[in-house]
């Protein structure tokens, strides 16, 4: 389920997100100063801007950003879409 970006503290986005083995890159975000950022490996970080839901725009690698939660409400993953290709989910690991 996606949580509602108005009503969630930004602090619950932040972590390490891992993709599968086989996708070599890994997504970290966190809060400075009341924004979120994220930094994709082998990328540069940026800023991440809020669009519907938990949905945001993450303009440093032209893509999508989703935060997932589970069935007990708490964020566990997050979905990237660059260039039209969707990544398979990215699991919290921090």
């Given at each position: 389920?996606?949580?509602?970006?108005?009503?969630?503290?930004?602090?619950?986005?932040?972590g390490t997100y891992r993709f599968a083995?086989?996708?070599p890159i890994g997504v970290t975000v966190s809060e400075e100063n009341g924004h979120l950022y994220a930094q994709?490996?082998?990328?540069?970080?940026?800023q991440l801007s809020p669009q519907t839901g938990l949905t945001?725009?993450?303009t440093a690698v032209n893509a999508q950003i989703t935060f997932v939660r589970d069935e007990h409400g708490k964020v566990t993953q997050l979905h990237l879409t660059r260039d039209g290709q969707?990544?398979?989910?990215a699991?919290?690991?921090s």
């Open positions: 389920m996606v949580l509602s970006a108005e009503k969630t503290p930004y602090s619950v986005l932040v083995p086989f996708v994709a490996t082998g990328f540069p970080k940026g945001f725009a993450f969707k990544l398979p989910p699991r919290k690991v």
